[in-house]
């Protein structure tokens, strides 16, 4: 099949969330299965393309070629979607014009794709575009489109005057298409016409399907039937391994789990932490949200690290940075957080915390869990979403602890519930052992990625 897998964001050309992530190995394991895969991006700056157009530019990674599309107005900026003051005004004109020149490009390269394959909101133009301002152009008249939704909660909403700049008819303006309480929404408009939607885990594919979820969304959803369907997230194990990590302490794996009490004490120290091996280590990346119970984790927080040593790395919402870092003066050798991104201090926590906070409101998927599994990192979780698929609790003989009421207390309770396994030697050993052989790599969801672009090539 000819694929063109369409994102705001690639990794490692640029990275704000999983969606990144997704974006940089899915289409190398599409390949990998002998399907032709292009992947289209903005230019955005400090990319340098190996080759470079007048209006995009290409790198080759592989079979997989990444092409960047230039505008120097629109892209050449300090962030990918908005700033301090919040999303950039023209994020409609932005990306509109983004999925308006994939489709130029296309042509140019003379790749008629069978499928278009768009992520979240900042792609669901060209899926619209499809179906309307394209409809009867040959050049796509094979083509279907899948819609991915990494996170409901971001649809792409613009007061209605800026409608003339999508260049569709004002009748797609309506409660049917595009139109959601008097505002423009670019999902609803991408789900409405996309021949399949899928979203990034079975559980949130069925919780989103529900008022309290869907986010305004849910009988938009529901509308699609057969035709919407959750697949699983996966990792790059290329990337996130404790075995080779250049960025951690030292290598360890499964036979040689020593390692990674070095990590740990490398860790402490490096915190400013005592380096002892008994006392419980707890480490959080995250982005500082409510949605990522960033709300439960600030009121636990003092009962936590009166106990426990925490170790937070994250950037978000301003309240929780001053809430952090007061916590910090008070607890300096107890608690420690860094408010930014650090891509070193990131595998260093994976690698040398005992165990993984992830108290999330709601979790479209989450790679983080996966992440900890291999790293011997035991995740402490919130039943929601994609942890409901990939964790389950060390009481019913899974690999994590889970909490089900949404609330600081039942947070606690626990991380006291690991810190009494992992008083047990013997027993947290085994479980260390039993989690880092855990497999979340693509080579499944590959396959159901191909099954439901089969299924789109079906459809009439």
């Not at 107890?334 to 690698?351: M, P, Q, T």
Request: with cysteine.
């Amino acid at each position: 099949m000819k694929i063109a897998f369409c994102s705001s964001e690639v990794f490692p050309f640029a990275k704000s969330g999983g969606l990144a992530d997704v974006s940089g190995t899915l289409p190398f394991a599409l390949s990998k299965k002998g399907h032709q895969v292009k992947v289209f991006m903005p230019l955005y700056r400090g990319v340098t393309p190996r080759e470079m157009n007048q209006d995009f530019g290409i790198t080759k990674a592989g079979e997989v070629e990444i092409i960047f599309i230039r505008n120097d107005d629109y892209f050449l900026r300090s962030n990918f979607y908005g700033d301090s003051s919040g999303d950039y005004p023209d994020n409609l004109e932005r990306f509109v014009f983004f999925n308006k020149k994939i489709a130029v490009v296309l042509k140019k390269m003379n790749f008629s794709p069978d499928i278009i394959h768009c992520n979240d909101w900042q792609t669901a133009p060209l899926v619209i575009y499809l179906k309307t301002k394209y409809k009867a152009d040959k050049f796509f008249e094979n083509t279907k489109s899948v819609l991915t939704i990494h996170n409901l909660a971001y649809q792409g909403i613009f007061q209605e005057e800026k409608f003339p700049f999508l260049d569709i008819a004002s009748n797609y303006f309506s409660i049917s298409y595009l139109e959601f309480y008097g505002k423009i929404n670019l999902l609803k408009g991408g789900i409405i016409f996309a021949d399949i939607v899928n979203t990034v885990s079975p559980e949130y594919a069925r919780q989103v399907q529900s008022v309290e979820y869907g986010c305004g969304l849910d009988g938009v959803l529901r509308q699609k039937g057969r035709k919407f369907a959750g697949i699983l997230n996966a990792i790059d194990y290329k990337v996130w391994d404790p075995k080779r990590d250049k960025l951690i302490y030292k290598n360890y794996s499964v036979s040689s789990l020593e390692g990674k009490r070095v990590n740990k004490s490398r860790l402490q120290k490096e915190l400013g932490f005592s380096q002892k091996r008994n006392v419980f280590l707890l480490g959080v990346v995250s982005r500082l949200a409510e949605q990522k119970g960033i709300d439960i984790l600030s009121k636990a927080l003092e009962d936590i690290v009166k106990k426990y040593q925490l170790v937070i790395l994250g950037v978000g919402d301003e309240r929780y940075h001053r809430i952090f870092k007061n916590k910090q003066k008070k607890h300096k050798h107890r608690f420690a957080v860094n408010l930014g991104f650090d891509d070193s201090l990131a595998h260093k926590i994976y690698a040398g915390c005992d165990a993984f906070l992830m108290p999330s409101r709601f979790e479209p998927c989450g790679l983080s869990q996966m992440i900890s599994y291999k790293y011997a990192t035991v995740p402490i979780v919130h039943h929601t979403g994609g942890l409901v698929d990939t964790v389950v609790d060390y009481g019913r003989k899974g690999g994590g602890f889970v909490f089900k009421e949404y609330n600081d207390k039942a947070l606690i309770n626990a991380v006291d519930r690991a810190k009494d396994i992992f008083d047990d030697n013997k027993e947290w050993a085994g479980l260390l052992k039993k989690i880092i052989k855990y497999n979340f790599s693509w080579s499944k969801s590959t396959q159901e990625y191909i099954r439901i672009y089969n299924k789109c090539r079906l459809l009439p």
